[in-house]
């Protein structure tokens, strides 16, 4: 049957390493446990969507299933997914490189060892790689910089005003944070709000459901943060939360906003996305039959690339690599 490589073991990978369960893969993370991924991000970070939505196959979450788990009840749950549908995962373990070679997969991992597969499912997560502009390196050295892929709870936020950069759904939340203890100022355009109850309903699941009309659209959908869902405008005012144009360059080591003022800044938080890391794949491998993806946004629905959506992709990926 050959061997079958999963790396990672997010919601992604356990998706895909179940409905593929009959040819027993291999899944890779790069944690100290299951879940570690939810750890890491900041304090406070809910799932937008309720849990009736964000199940894994088979396994519901535990509790209301109308609440919003927040991201360390989401990783307890990935971890006791594994558990119960008794996934092997190797822990600590990362994939260095890639080569595609005479049909087959042959992976160098970071502590030196190898692994040859039949077939490859990258399932780390969209947001591995932080995105900044490229003017951010103009900045004053003595402005502190933190992007929000390494921001936890504001402790090591110094004295001064502190510019979020980034609207979407980070960015406010973070905004909305600071700006209890330090002046904030929340740059990027407005991006809406989605009600609350609108966020729960089936009407939008089955739009998220919706295939992506064209890589035109996916381009378009990439660029865009997506509207909030725990913020209105109004909220962010109430918190103290002051809205700015976007950023747009760097004057004398301060940033510059669309509108032309220099703002004075001790602090800077990049809310401006992450991308995957996809730099260790062997580019011989691209269409390979026996290579699939799951949870890249937009990759097949509106929903692909969130968690309502890897179960179905990686149900489609594992029909591609075999019977399961």
Same mark, same amino acid.
């Given at each position: 049957?050959?061997?079958?490589?999963?790396?990672?073991?997010?919601?992604?990978?356990?998706?895909?390493?179940?409905?593929?369960?009959?040819?027993?893969?291999?899944?890779?993370?790069?944690?100290?446990?299951?879940?570690?991924?939810?750890?890491?991000?900041?304090?406070?970070?809910?799932?937008?969507?309720?849990?009736?939505?964000?199940?894994?196959?088979?396994? $519901?979450?535990?509790?209301?299933?109308?609440?919003?788990?927040?991201?360390?009840?989401?990783?307890?749950?990935?971890?006791?997914?594994?558990?119960?549908?008794?996934?092997?995962?190797?822990?600590?373990?990362?994939?260095?490189?890639?080569?595609?070679?005479?049909?087959?997969?042959?992976?160098?991992?970071?502590?030196?060892?190898?692994l040859v597969a039949d077939?490859?499912?990258?399932?780390?997560?969209?947001?591995?790689? $932080?995105?900044?502009?490229?003017?951010?390196?103009?900045?004053?050295?003595?402005?502190?910089?933190?992007?929000?892929?390494?921001?936890?709870?504001?402790?090591?936020?110094?004295?001064?005003?502190?510019?979020?950069?980034?609207?979407?759904?980070?960015?406010?939340?973070?905004?909305?944070?600071?700006?209890?203890?330090?002046?904030?100022?929340?740059?990027?355009?407005?991006?809406?709000?989605?009600?609350?109850?609108?966020?729960?309903?089936?009407?939008?699941?089955?739009?998220?459901?919706?295939?992506?009309?064209?890589?035109?659209?996916?381009?378009?959908?990439?660029?865009?943060?997506?509207?909030?869902?725990?913020?209105?405008?109004?909220?962010?005012?109430?918190?103290?939360?002051?809205?700015?144009?976007?950023?747009?360059?760097?004057?004398?080591?301060?940033?510059?906003?669309?509108?032309?003022?220099?703002?004075?800044v001790a602090t800077v938080?990049?809310?401006?996305?992450?991308?995957?890391?996809?730099?260790?794949?062997?580019?011989?491998?691209?269409?390979?039959?026996?290579?699939?993806?799951?949870?890249?946004?937009?990759?097949?629905?509106?929903?692909?690339?969130?968690?309502g959506g890897m179960a179905?992709?990686?149900?489609?990926?594992?029909?591609?690599?075999?019977?399961?």
């Amino acid at each position: 049957m050959g061997t079958t490589v999963v790396v990672g073991a997010g919601a992604a990978g356990l998706a895909t390493a179940v409905r593929l369960r009959r040819h027993d893969p291999v899944v890779l993370d790069a944690g100290a446990r299951v879940g570690d991924s939810w750890r890491h991000r900041y304090a406070g970070l809910r799932l937008f969507t309720p849990a009736r939505f964000c199940a894994l196959p088979g396994v $519901p979450l535990p509790g209301d299933p109308g609440a919003h788990p927040a991201k360390d009840d989401y990783a307890d749950y990935l971890e006791a997914y594994a558990d119960r549908q008794r996934i092997g995962v190797r822990l600590g373990t990362t994939v260095r490189a890639h080569r595609f070679r005479d049909g087959r997969h042959h992976l160098t991992l970071g502590d030196g060892g190898s692994l040859v597969a039949d077939r490859l499912v990258w399932a780390a997560g969209a947001h591995a790689v $932080p995105v900044v502009p490229p003017f951010a390196a103009a900045l004053d050295p003595a402005i502190h910089q933190v992007h929000s892929a390494a921001f936890r709870d504001g402790a090591g936020i110094g004295d001064g005003p502190v510019l979020v950069v980034g609207a979407g759904q980070s960015g406010a939340d973070l905004a909305s944070l600071l700006a209890a203890t330090h002046r904030t100022c929340l740059a990027g355009p407005r991006t809406g709000t989605v009600p609350l109850a609108v966020a729960r309903s089936r009407a939008v699941r089955a739009l998220y459901r919706l295939p992506v009309p064209g890589e035109r659209a996916r381009r378009f959908l990439r660029r865009r943060a997506g509207p909030l869902v725990w913020h209105t405008a109004r909220s962010l005012a109430a918190a103290g939360v002051v809205r700015v144009p976007r950023v747009t360059g760097v004057r004398d080591g301060l940033p510059v906003l669309a509108d032309g003022r220099v703002l004075p800044v001790a602090t800077v938080v990049w809310c401006t996305g992450l991308r995957p890391r996809l730099d260790w794949l062997d580019p011989r491998a691209d269409g390979v039959p026996s290579l699939g993806f799951v949870g890249l946004p937009f990759q097949h629905t509106l929903s692909s690339g969130t968690l309502g959506g890897m179960a179905p992709d990686a149900a489609r990926v594992a029909r591609r690599l075999g019977p399961h």
